[in-house]
């Protein structure tokens, strides 16, 4: 996510022209982002804004972290031209998880204060009164998860009759969730004439379906080749034994900062927590069973430092956007190789360094030399390693 600069509240209105003013960028959304502490954009911003303010179906590569919510909400706030009617949004984002439902809308919704436009998060586990008292009161831009948006459509309390722009947010894990059909059913009634913006880690497959029955001659931009990551990312492949995993973590975390594991089960989750706590480390879980409200007080106390460590599964973890996370650790190393990116695509942002470290037992190791083939990685062995190894609690002596 772009850094900010603090504005401080005498300067409150105060107005300099950013660096997205000389991308084309209208006057009252840069005001926007120059109150919400935007100042520049980074790449992708750089090459999708002004392609989608000329209006045309813009396809845009982008990793998780690169700052694509700018490089479609940008657009999206200039492109919104009258205030919304009532249950009638402008504008509408899909994204796969509620979590980044809620992140996106963060990121926007001060923008949207500082030019006039409602930024409203619609997503299961929430109020449903809530919402739909909201858009009485008129919000032009909606971001939304398929299912509640459905609901909301099915029962007549919310029109998609003056969208002008549909974007659809980390396309690629809607498709891997099972959402496609969702999502097209949301876009066919989508009748106006309007904008369609996606932004995905991959263009193929399901993804590539929705390209070409849902877009008119798209504009494709990207930043990255298939599988790059975004920064400085540092692979490490760790042959460990079962039962000191746990170990390791705690001593890779203890040196490494905000660290990241990812777990295939909700019961594996708790009991690395659980594991992790009794040695000593600030750890939580979030996983699907848990209640939205522990999921967000779990990801609040990570974002502010005041535990180290979050295990999650892949759903739970899909709207993680936080830019200091330090290291990914992958419990297991995942089977499919686009799992890893995406798992490993939590770290190395903004311009950071960061470490996708995988934890392989003695009868995973082809698993590992898969990953490293499909990222085009060194086809080296794991390195057989003990939670004594001095090299945990500074990753870099292994590069050194």
């Known amino acids: ?27 009252n959304v840069d005001r926007g982002l120059f109150k919400a502490g935007f100042t520049a954009p980074f790449a992708i911003q750089t090459e999708a804004i002004p392609v989608a303010l000329s209006g045309v179906d813009l396809c845009g590569r982008a990793r998780t972290g690169s700052g694509k919510t700018l490089a479609f909400g940008v657009p999206m706030m200039a492109r919104m031209d009258v205030a919304a009617q009532v249950r009638a949004p402008r504008g509408v984002v899909l994204v796969p998880t509620r979590e980044l439902a809620l992140q996106v809308a963060e990121v926007l919704d001060p923008i949207g204060k500082a030019c006039g436009h409602r930024v409203l998060a619609v997503y299961g586990g929430a109020s449903r009164d809530d919402q739909i008292d909201a858009l009485d009161r008129g919000i032009e831009l909606i971001v939304a998860t398929p299912l509640r948006l459905i609901d909301l459509m099915k029962a007549g309390e919310i029109s998609m009759k003056d969208i002008q722009v549909v974007v659809l947010d980390e396309a690629d894990r809607m498709a891997d969730d099972g959402f496609t059909p969702q999502v097209e059913w949301i876009l066919r009634h989508v009748t106006g004439e309007h904008q369609t913006m996606l932004f995905s880690a991959t263009l193929d497959g399901q993804v590539g379906n929705l390209v070409r029955r849902y877009m008119k001659s798209p504009t494709e931009v990207s930043i990255d080749a298939p599988t790059d990551t975004v920064g400085t990312m540092h692979h490490l492949f760790l042959a460990v034994h079962k039962l000191d995993k746990d170990r390791v973590i705690n001593v890779v975390a203890a040196g490494g900062g905000k660290t990241l594991v990812f777990c295939d089960t909700k019961r594996l989750c708790d009991r690395v927590t659980e594991n992790l706590l009794g040695l000593g480390a600030k750890a939580a879980a979030i996983h699907g069973d848990l209640t939205q409200a522990a999921r967000e007080k779990a990801l609040v106390r990570f974002t502010k430092s005041e535990i180290n460590v979050l295990v999650a599964t892949d759903v739970a973890a899909r709207g993680i956007d936080i830019d200091d996370i330090g290291v990914v650790i992958h419990y297991a190393p995942p089977i499919d190789p686009k799992s890893y990116l995406h798992r490993s695509g939590r770290t190395a942002r903004a311009g950071r360094d960061g470490w996708a470290v995988t934890l392989a037992e003695y009868n995973q190791h082809t698993t590992c030399r898969i990953i490293q083939r499909a990222l085009r990685l060194p086809t080296e062995p794991p390195i057989e390693i003990f939670s004594n190894d001095t090299r945990l609690s500074d990753l870099r002596k292994f590069i050194l």
């Not at 105060?14 to 991308?23: C, M």
């Open 1 to 27: 996510m772009p850094q900010r600069h603090q504005t401080p509240q005498a300067d409150a209105d105060r107005y300099e022209p950013t660096g997205f003013a000389s991308i084309g960028v209208p006057e």
